[in-house]
């Protein structure tokens, strides 16, 4: 009988209504993604996101930025708490801080992070907006390896969504949004799978080999998608 492979340990950070941790414990609920969530840590104490961990009795906590003056304080602090969980992999789902170099370089090759856009274009913020002004035919949003510069990690996968002639930064990013949610589950699958991995020299492997460009996925609206 072949070894079951154990399930990939999870600390999710959030800051707001956690729609990627819904559809992740969702994914884990029925049995399509082999991981459990430890904790979900918000910047928010009323983030509507942590509401669904509690109700799927996940540990939740919430650190408030505003008794940290200092970003390296929080961030250790943060740190400390993520560690009491030892997780494989530390989820960025809708965590709105920018995190310092010394947290980013303590969880090297455990830290992911989903991005509304195709990167390495329009990293940063109001990506939506950015795609139409610049007339962009194809938007998107891509999970990737998080590294010490904002949102240029090396990108595991990624998927496209056509920028509508008609479409306002509101009707796209939800567009958007929608795709993100398989995208990420899809994103732990290959890793919890062993197909993914992260390699000693910084670059991702796919089934052993280097991962050159990253992988497309079309419409991962829910979790069931392909891979080109």
């Given at each position: ?18 729609s990627?941790?819904?559809a ?10 082999n ?40 961030d ?13 992999l ?9 995190l310092s ?16 856009s ?10 939506h907006?950015r ?26 996968i ?12 509101e ?8 795709q993100e949610h ?5 994103a ?8 993914i ?14 991962l ?5 996925v079309t ?6 998608c392909?891979?080109?």
């Amino acid at each position: 009988m072949a070894e079951t492979q154990r399930p990939v340990s999870l600390v999710v950070l959030i800051s707001g209504r956690g729609s990627n941790l819904k559809a992740i414990l969702r994914a884990i609920d029925a049995g399509q993604l082999n991981a459990t969530v430890k904790a979900v840590i918000s910047s928010r104490a009323g983030a509507e996101g942590l509401r669904w961990a509690q109700a799927a009795a996940i540990d939740t906590l919430a650190l408030d930025a505003r008794d940290y003056p200092r970003r390296e304080d929080y961030d250790r602090a943060l740190q400390g708490l993520i560690e009491g969980f030892a997780p494989d992999l530390v989820l960025l789902a809708g965590f709105m801080r920018i995190l310092s170099a010394d947290f980013v370089r303590h969880f090297r090759g455990r830290l992911l992070n989903i991005h509304p856009s195709l990167l390495p274009a329009l990293r940063g913020l109001r990506t939506h907006q950015r795609a139409i002004e610049q007339g962009l035919r194809e938007h998107g949003a891509s999970v990737h390896y998080v590294t010490e510069e904002l949102d240029s990690g090396p990108v595991i996968i990624q998927t496209r969504v056509p920028v509508l002639r008609t479409d306002s930064a509101e009707t796209l990013g939800a567009r958007v949004l929608q795709q993100e949610h398989g995208l990420y589950v899809h994103a732990l699958q290959l890793i919890a799978g062993g197909e993914i991995r992260w390699g000693d020299d910084g670059r991702i492997l796919y089934r052993g080999r280097p991962l050159t460009q990253p992988l497309q996925v079309t419409q991962p609206s829910d979790t069931v998608c392909t891979v080109d």
